[in-house]
């Protein structure tokens, strides 16, 4: 049974700062990539950010390079996004997801993803 388990969100003021975790549990020795995702109201479901289990690479959608970093820490099976000079239009629920199986060009698909925790709300006041 995988389990994901984010946490972090909260409230923030325009170019304030916050740090995601998302806690992973199961089966995580298989995944090749954990990735994170954002929903607003009345949008679609948005690739943020991933990385690769096997090599550390890091992928990120062009609104958030320079902002918003990933990292993990394996021996707590915990991924980060620092999320820093945060803007309004950042606000969303952020979703972490596991993959067993993905390509390069497809880290920040959605559909890649197998398994994803209940999502944390990111709002960031004006």
């Known amino acids: 049974q995988v389990q994901l388990v984010e946490s972090g969100g909260g409230l923030v003021q325009t170019g304030g700062s916050l740090r995601l975790s998302c806690a992973a549990s199961?089966?995580?020795?298989?995944?090749?990539?954990i990735g994170w995702f954002r929903q607003a109201p009345g949008k679609e479901r948005e690739g943020v950010s991933a990385?690769?289990?096997?090599?550390?690479?890091?992928y990120y959608t062009d609104s958030v390079k320079g902002r918003f970093t990933i990292s993990r820490d394996n021996a707590k099976n915990t991924v980060y996004l620092q999320m820093n000079s945060l803007k309004p239009e950042d606000t969303a629920v952020y979703y972490c997801?596991?993959?067993?199986?993905?390509?390069?060009?497809?880290?920040?698909?959605?559909?890649?993803?197998?398994?994803w925790g209940q999502g944390t709300q990111v709002t960031v006041s004006s």
């Open positions: 199961g089966f995580t020795l298989n995944f090749k990539a």
């Open positions: 997801a596991a993959a067993f199986l993905i390509v390069t060009s497809r880290f920040l698909v959605a559909d890649e993803y197998d398994y």
């Open positions: 990385i690769s289990t096997s090599d550390g690479r890091q």
